[in-house]
C-alpha cells in the first residue's frame, strides 16, 4: 500500500516562449509553434559533420518550403485528411 501526502513545492522550469527560425531569424511566439520544424541530428560513424555530434534547429516553414523547392528528388507529400496543397502562399 502506498501513502501519499499533499505538499506544497516550488521549483524552477522551463518553458518555451518563443521559437526562431534558424535560417531567417523570424522569431514566433506561443500560438505559432506549429509553423515551425524542429530537427535534431546526431553524427554516425565517419560523418562529415563529426561522429556523435548532434546538431537542432528550428526552420520556419516559409523557409522549409524554400528548402524543400530546391531538392533534386522532391519529398513524397501526404495529405491525410486534408483536401489538398494550400498553394496560395
Not at 21 to 43: A, R
Not at 59 to 84: H, Q, R, T
Amino acid at each position: 500500500m502506498r501513502v501519499t501526502e499533499t505538499v506544497t513545492e516550488t521549483r524552477e522550469v522551463e518553458v518555451l516562449r518563443s521559437v526562431k527560425c534558424n535560417q531567417c531569424g523570424e522569431e514566433v511566439e506561443e500560438y505559432g509553434f506549429g509553423n515551425f520544424l524542429c530537427i535534431s541530428y546526431v553524427g554516425g560513424y565517419a560523418s562529415i559533420l563529426g561522429d556523435g555530434t548532434e546538431r537542432k534547429f528550428d526552420l520556419y516553414e516559409p523557409c522549409l518550403k524554400v528548402i524543400m523547392a530546391g531538392f533534386k528528388i522532391p519529398p513524397i507529400i501526404n495529405y491525410g485528411s486534408f483536401d489538398g496543397p494550400d498553394e496560395s502562399t
